[in-house]
């Protein structure tokens, strides 16, 4: 039997880091348990199947995932979870930080690198024309005289 993605010991660390839940006043179908989500999550992204793929036999939808993803992630529900379990690893000297690195992605930047030179901005003014004003004038749309049509009386 394969390995549990979230085994015990993993959800017993991150359990408390998920926000509580309120259910909705009026009813509705009853909300996937975030452990569930959780193990789905992990599996849509260590597989790398898309979210519409992902197998309604694990108890879930893919959409539910998704839409779980993009909660959690505003919660800020990652960046806790990331900060926790680094401090266990750093504290249970699991981490190999000669081998660490860190980037512009991760880490801000603060010093940067030199800006580029601004781009001259093009004055706003009107297109060059190559008619005369006089030969612009020629070509502006008049309306034509009435002529009498089959829809129209003749007077």
Known sequence: MAKPLVDDDLWAIVEPLF??????PKG???????????????FVLK????????PHEMGCCGMTLWNRLAEWQQAGVWDRIHRVLLAKLNGANLI??????ADSGTIRAVGGANKPARIPRIAAGP?????????????????????????????
Do not use: Y
């Open 19 to 24: 926000p509580r839940w309120k259910p909705c």
């Open 28 to 42: 509705g179908q009853p909300r996937k348990s975030d452990r569930l989500c959780l193990t789905g999550i992990i």
């Open 47 to 54: 597989t790398g199947i898309g979210w519409e793929h992902f």
């Open 96 to 101: 190999d930080w000669s081998r660490a690195v």
């Open 127 to 155: 297109a060059a024309n190559i008619m005369s004003p006089r030969m612009a004038a020629e070509f502006r749309w008049r309306p034509s005289s009435r002529r009498p049509t089959a829809m129209t009386s003749r007077s």
